[in-house]
C-alpha cells in the first residue's frame, strides 16, 4: 500500500475493470480536471552536502480527484502521456514552478525549479521554444530551470531526443538524467549526452546503508558522474546513515523524506521559514 505525502496510507486497491474504466475517465476528464483547479503542484526540497543549504526543488504533479481522491502521478501520468495530453501537463507544471521561483527572487532567494519532463516532450519540435517563451514571460534566469529525464525517455527515440536535448542546452537550462542506474547502456550513453546533472535512482539509495552492492553502485555513479564534471544528487534519503554516507563520499545535493517529503506550496513555505528562522 502506498503512502502519500501527509504519510497517510491510501488504501483504495481497484479491480482491473475498475482500473480500466477509471483510466478512460482521467483520461476524458483531465483537461477540465486543469481549469477547475484540481489539478496541483507539491514541491520536494533539494539540499546540498555538507552543508544542507537548499538549492532547489523537484516540481511533482498531483490531483485531488472529486472522486477518486488524492491521486499520484503513476497512477495518472502515463494515461495522460498514451492519450497525447502530457503538453498541456508539462505546460501547466512548467508554469507553475516559473511562476514559484519568481516569487523567490523577488524576495531575495535563488532556488531553482526542476520539472520531469516525459518522452513525448523530447519528441516536440516546438519544446524549446515554448520553454524559452515561458522563461521570458516569467522572468527567471534559465539556470534556475532543471529539466529531469529518463534514459529511457531519451533511448526511445535518440535521434529526435538529442537535437531537443542540445537546443535547451544552448537555453542554459540544467539538463539531469533521472532514475541512473536503472537502464542498461548507462554508462556508455552518459558521454554523448549534453547533461549536467545524474539523479541516481533511489532503489539504491533506500539499499545503501544494509546492502553492500548497492553501497557500490550508489559510490561508482557518483565517482563516474565527478569524472565526467557532473553533479551528483541522490533521492530517496530517508535514513541519516544514508546521508552520511552520501556525504563521504562527496556526493553533490540529497532530496528525500529525511529533508522533506514533498510539500504543498503553503507547506513549502511554512517549512523554508522554519529552516531560516
Ligand atoms: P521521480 O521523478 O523519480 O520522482 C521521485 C518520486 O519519489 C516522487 O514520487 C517522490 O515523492 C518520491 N520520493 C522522494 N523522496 C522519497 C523518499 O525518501 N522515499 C520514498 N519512498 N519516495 C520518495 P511521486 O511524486 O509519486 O512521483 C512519481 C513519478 O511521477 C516521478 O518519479 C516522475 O517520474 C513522475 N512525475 C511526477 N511529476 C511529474 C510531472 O509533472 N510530469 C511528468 N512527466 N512526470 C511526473
Ligand atoms: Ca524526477
Ligand atoms: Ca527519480
Ligand atoms: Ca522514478
Same mark, same amino acid.
Given at each position: 500500500r502506498a503512502v502519500d505525502d501527509e504519510g497517510e496510507v491510501r488504501g483504495y486497491v481497484p479491480s482491473m475493470g475498475q482500473m480500466f474504466l477509471r483510466r478512460f475517465q482521467l483520461v476524458t476528464q483531465f483537461r477540465q480536471a486543469l481549469e477547475d483547479g484540481q489539478v496541483s503542484v507539491h514541491y520536494q526540497p533539494k539540499v546540498s552536502l555538507p552543508n544542507r543549504t537548499v538549492l532547489g526543488v523537484e516540481a511533482l504533479v498531483r490531483w485531488t480527484h472529486p472522486e477518486f481522491g488524492k491521486l499520484h502521478p503513476d497512477e495518472f501520468v502515463p494515461a495522460i502521456e498514451a492519450a497525447g495530453l502530457i503538453g498541456a501537463l508539462t505546460s501547466f507544471v512548467l508554469d507553475a514552478a516559473l511562476i514559484r521561483v519568481r516569487k523567490w527572487l523577488d524576495t531575495g532567494l535563488r532556488i531553482s525549479a526542476a520539472v520531469n519532463l516525459s518522452v513525448r516532450s523530447l519528441t516536440d519540435d516546438g519544446f524549446p521554444a515554448l520553454v524559452a517563451s515561458a522563461l521570458d514571460r516569467h522572468a527567471?534566469?534559465?539556470?534556475?530551470l532543471t529539466f529531469e529525464l529518463t534514459e529511457s525517455g531519451v533511448m526511445a527515440d535518440p535521434e529526435r531526443a538529442l537535437p531537443i536535448l542540445r537546443e535547451l542546452h544552448t537555453l542554459g537550462v540544467v539538463l539531469a538524467v533521472d532514475d541512473? %542506474?536503472? %537502464?542498461? &547502456?548507462s554508462l556508455a550513453y552518459l558521454r554523448q549526452l549534453p547533461v549536467d546533472e545524474v539523479k541516481i535512482d533511489k532503489s539504491f539509495v533506500f539499499g545503501m546503508g544494509t546492502d553492500l552492492g548497492d553501497l557500490a553502485v550508489v559510490r561508482s555513479i557518483v565517482e563516474l558522474g565527478h569524472s565526467l564534471g557532473l553533479s551528483v544528487v541522490a533521492e530517496g534519503v530517508e535514513e541519516d546513515i544514508a546521508r552520511d554516507q552520501l556525504e563521504s563520499m562527496g556526493c553533490d545535493v540529497a532530496q528525500g523524506y529525511l529533508i522533506s517529503?514533498?510539500? &504543498?506550496e503553503k507547506r513549502l513555505e511554512a517549512w523554508l521559514q522554519a529552516r531560516t528562522a
Open positions: 527567471v534566469p534559465p539556470e534556475l541512473f %542506474g536503472t %537502464g542498461y &547502456s517529503r514533498p510539500l &504543498s
